[in-house]
């Protein structure tokens, strides 16, 4: 079974409409990047479960619904009365997102270490604001590193919101400290560049390397996406379409990632060649494609990926 803990909220996307003032309408769309990874991987086929702590509002039972409805096990669930994280959206020219983000007081980031993990669970996947956002960031951290230890297959997508990491170097020295426990590393280029202070993505993949990751994969956006291990580089495109927003992109590949795995029982990436990589990081890709061209967070279905 694959793991997958963090956030779960609700992005206040632009509408079509114009309202007072001349603001664009916003519509209410169920997301996160740890939320998005399980529906994706969920929606793919493989046995999935998500662990977060949901509001009890209209908004928290939404969000629990859409995981039921996507294949996702929720029995790792929190409950609290808290209300739900919100991010604002916006949309650049080429449907780019940024986020402003409402997370004061809110349920996800209460999360409570739930403990061993089951038995039966292989992948376990963290990120987002739920390595960010106290006190549930030390719970996670704490599930990363007991699973690490189990031989778990450990995976992480940092997906940077400046604006919520008040201290970004110690937030970058917190980052190194996690890299022994992560086999799998996926970020944006962009995030890579700002983890490392700048420096080219592909060197920054290299240090992340002798630090501990077994595979550090990069999105470029519409340069596609690449892997690097200590052995090998493979590079594949992304799938030419027609991008409604980018919404999900990068956790779309994520959950395809790690559906591509679990479902052929990959259990130490280190094993993969380059023809595997290149199978896994097209499928990724495939997947992402679907994505951007609709509005929102919706990965695909298995049934689309055909």
Known sequence: ??????????????????????????????????YNVALAAGRLGEPTAF????????????LRK??????????????????TTLAVVALDERGAASYTFYTEGTADRLVADPGPL????????LGTLGLVLEPGASAYEAVLRRESVRGVLTALDPN?????????????????????????????DEDASWLAG???????????LAAGVDAVVLTKGAQG??????????????TPVKVKDTIGAGDTVQGALLAWL?????????????????SALAYAAKAASVTVSRSGAEPPTAAEMV
């Open 1 to 34: 079974m694959i793991v997958v803990g963090g956030e779960a909220l609700v992005d206040l996307v632009p509408g079509e409409s114009i309202v007072d003032g001349g603001l664009t309408s916003l519509l209410p769309r169920l997301g996160g990047g740890p």
């Open 51 to 62: 662990l977060s702590r949901l509001s009890e509002d209209r908004f928290g039972q939404a």
């Open 66 to 83: 859409r995981l039921t409805a996507s294949n996702v096990d929720i029995s790792m669930l929190q409950s609290g009365p808290e209300p």
């Open 118 to 125: 089951p038995e039966a669970v292989s992948v376990l996947c």
């Open 160 to 188: 940077i919101r400046e604006d919520l990491i008040a201290d970004p170097g110690t937030y970058r020295e917190r980052f190194l400290s996690w890299l022994p426990d992560v086999r799998l590393l996926k970020l944006s």
């Open 198 to 208: 700048g420096i080219d993505p592909d060197e920054a993949a290299k240090r992340w």
């Open 225 to 238: 996406i690449a892997v690097r291990t200590r052995e090998l580089e493979v590079d594949v495109p992304s």
């Open 262 to 278: 679990h479902n052929r029982n990959v259990g130490a990436i280190t094993d993969l060649g380059v023809a595997e990589w290149r």
